[in-house]
Every structure is written in structure tokens, then in C-alpha cells.
């Protein structure tokens, strides 16, 4: 057991955290409008996430006819979505609506609803290069993940074929669903062994996972380093045993619990038989051991964690 000596962040402004504004691309959508959603507003949001896979902005018309609505219910409903930072509207080559993360979000935190996996949702507690994560309410304190893949780099992302098998114009719906998908498996696969937030459910793009209660190792003081490496160490290597590497292991993707690490942020995990499998484990080592240098002025062979590692 090693003990944290204290935080470096500050707990208050953790605690007295206010929500960026709904509309805000980072935050989750509001989860007031999400319970407020009428069922017309429902289906028009499933009716354009499923024309999406055809149009990059799908037609009035369209989603008049497959939602079985009149025009002006559905130009009304459109509008109350627009408002609340689900859905877009473009007039550019010609009027048509999108979903964007707000919208894939209402869905997810809907179907998550409607099955009983959580029942409210909370503040943000994190966000990262390709996330938001928030507090949520299910059986006990959760964790929701939102994955946000491709929207912020969209040019590149639709350049990148690989992206886009069969969810045509819009790319970033099948990287977040994908990369919430990847995450999932590795978490499934790695829970019984390795220290990891344990999977709970997941939908679209969101991720639900029991909640880590401590914080970031770049935001804390441990007493003792060496200990907290170890830790680390043997689950790197609990997980190379199940087959998988991280891949983007730092300070900011362990987190201190009740005196053990817990390793998060995997969807970019590769399998240890990936032809640059070698580099991966590496990097992870070296970012690992380098924080515990630069910041503890402690120091680790490379050599010794490898072979920790990959024996
Ligand atoms: N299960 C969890 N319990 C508590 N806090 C969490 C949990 N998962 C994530 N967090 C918090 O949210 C932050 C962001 O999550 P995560 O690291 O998984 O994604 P990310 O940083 O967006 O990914 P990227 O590395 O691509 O930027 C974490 O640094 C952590 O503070
Ligand atoms: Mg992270």
C-alpha cells in the first residue's frame, strides 16, 4: 500500500467546478434537455444518425418521409434540436440537417436510460485530446465516457479511408463508436487481472465504467515512488500477458486509488503481436520512467522494466 501525500490540484476548485456552457463542444450534452426530449425529437434524431450513413447533410424531405412526421411538426422539432446543440442545419450545397456530438450524445444517454445502466448524469471530471468524462449515477457513482474521434480533425479524418468503412460522410461517428468499442474490449478483457476501471456498459460512442476515486498521478504527490512504479510496472506486464499494450502510457493515464495505481484511457491499445509492438511497449516505458525521474528524481533502468515487462 503506498499513500498519496497530497493533491496538487486544487480540491476546491475541483469541488466548485462549473460546467463550461451546453453548447460548449466539449461538454457532454445537457442532460435536462436529454430527459426533456419529446419522442418526435427522438426519432428525428435516430432518423438523421441513420441517413447520415447516405447524406453528409441529410434533406428535409427525407427525414420528413422516413420520420413519418408533417413539415412543420418536423421543421419545429429541428428547430428545438438546433437550439439545444444536437443538430445542425447547412444551406451549403443545399439545406440539410447533421447530428453533431451533442445529438450522438442525447442518443447514447437515452438507450443508457432506458436500460437502467444509469439514471442521472453528473458534472465533468475529466477531458482529454478525444473525450469528456463525466460523473453519472447508475447502480452506484459511475463513469461516462464520451468519445470524441474526428471532430475536431475532420479534414484529416475524411481523408483517412480507413476511418469510414460504412458510415459514409461523417467520420467521426464511426471513430467515437469505435474507439468507445475498443476501449470496451480491452477493459473486458484486461478487468480480472489488471487495475482498471471495470466496464459497465456501453452505447454508441459512450462508455460506461466504475468510477476511479483518486487522482491523476501528474496531479499528486506520492510518498513513495518507487512503490507506485512497481505498481505500474507489474500491470504493464499483467496486461502484455493478456496480449495487450497500452500504447499511450503516462502520468496522466494512472490514477492513484486508496493506495494502488489504476491504469485508464486505452482505445488505442495494440495487440502484442503487432508488427510495431516493440516500439509501443517502449514508449510507454520511457514516458513512465521519465515522470518518475523528472519528478521524483528517481531513477529506473530501462533495461529493468523491460525485462519486467516481457520478461
Ligand atoms: N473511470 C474513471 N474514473 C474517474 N475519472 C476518470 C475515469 N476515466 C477517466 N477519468 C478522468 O477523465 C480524464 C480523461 O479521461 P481519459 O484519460 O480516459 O481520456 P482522454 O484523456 O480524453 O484521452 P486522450 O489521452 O486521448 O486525451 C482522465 O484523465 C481522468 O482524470
Ligand atoms: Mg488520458
Not at 202 to 229: D, I, Q
Request: aromatic content about 10%; some cysteine; proline content about 4%.
Amino acid at each position: 500500500m503506498f499513500k498519496v501525500m497530497f493533491s496538487e490540484d486544487s480540491l476546491l476548485q475541483r469541488a466548485f467546478y462549473s460546467p463550461p456552457h451546453n453548447h460548449c463542444s466539449h461538454m457532454a450534452v445537457s442532460a435536462e434537455h436529454v430527459r426533456s426530449l419529446h419522442r418526435y425529437e427522438l426519432r428525428v434524431l435516430k432518423v438523421i444518425e441513420r441517413l447520415m450513413k447516405r447524406y453528409s447533410w441529410v434533406p428535409l424531405d427525407q427525414i420528413k418521409n422516413t420520420g413519418g412526421l408533417s413539415e412543420s411538426e418536423t421543421s419545429y422539432r429541428l428547430s428545438r434540436l438546433m437550439e439545444w446543440g444536437m443538430v445542425r442545419f447547412n444551406t451549403v450545397p443545399y439545406d440539410g440537417y447533421a447530428l453533431v456530438f451533442g445529438g450522438y450524445d442525447a442518443l447514447a444517454l437515452q438507450a443508457l436510460t432506458k436500460k437502467g445502466t444509469i439514471s442521472a448524469l453528473g458534472s465533468p471530471i475529466g477531458e482529454g485530446k478525444e473525450s469528456v468524462v463525466h460523473e453519472a449515477l447508475g447502480l452506484c457513482p459511475v463513469a461516462i465516457k464520451f468519445h470524441r474521434v474526428g471532430g475536431r480533425s475532420f479534414a484529416s479524418a475524411r481523408m483517412n479511408r480507413e476511418y469510414m468503412p460504412d458510415d459514409g460522410h461523417y467520420p467521426w461517428i464511426f471513430a467515437s463508436r469505435r474507439s468507445a468499442e475498443r476501449e470496451n474490449a480491452a477493459l473486458t478483457l484486461l478487468q480480472a487481472k489488471v487495475s482498471v476501471p471495470l466496464p459497465i456498459d456501453h452505447n454508441r460512442h459512450a462508455l460506461v465504467m466504475s468510477l476511479v476515486n483518486g487522482l491523476n498521478l501528474n496531479r499528486c504527490r506520492v510518498e513513495h515512488p518507487k512503490e507506485v512504479l512497481d505498481d505500474i510496472l507489474d500491470n504493464v506486464r499483467l496486461s502484455y500477458q493478456l496480449g495487450i499494450i497500452h500504447a499511450d502510457l503516462s502520468e496522466f493515464n494512472v490514477m492513484i486509488e486508496e493506495g494502488r495505481c489504476v491504469i485508464i484511457d486505452w482505445p488505442q491499445w495494440v495487440e502484442v503481436d503487432h508488427p510495431n509492438a516493440q516500439q509501443f511497449v517502449v514508449k510507454d516505458l520511457e514516458n513512465i520512467i521519465a515522470f518518475f525521474k523528472r519528478k521524483y528524481n528517481f531513477a529506473y533502468r530501462f533495461e529493468d522494466a523491460l525485462k519486467c515487462v516481457i520478461g
